[in-house]
């Protein structure tokens, strides 16, 4: 039960700190067709793709994503 009401809390502060509903919209609609793409390649939702992107680079505003195309926030 911890566990669950820590991960909701941080989805409700991450929410609020994050970009506004208009650049995640813009996130989306620039990659969605890529997510799609890949979808139909390896089966995996595109909205979970999505999603999972807009979580790492807080809307794709991040500098991971920005400069280095890095949109899950994988550092190697």
Do not use: D
Not at 18 to 37: D, L
């Amino acid at each position: 039960m911890k566990k669950l009401l820590a991960i909701t809390s941080f989805f409700i502060l991450s929410k609020n700190q994050a970009q506004t509903w208009k650049t995640e919209e813009q996130y989306i609609q620039k990659f969605a067709t890529y997510a799609v793409e890949e979808m139909e390649k390896y089966h995996i939702p595109a909205s979970i793709t999505l999603a999972q992107g807009l979580l790492e680079t807080g809307g794709g505003q991040s500098r991971l994503a920005q400069e280095g195309n890095n949109h899950f926030g994988i550092k190697c």
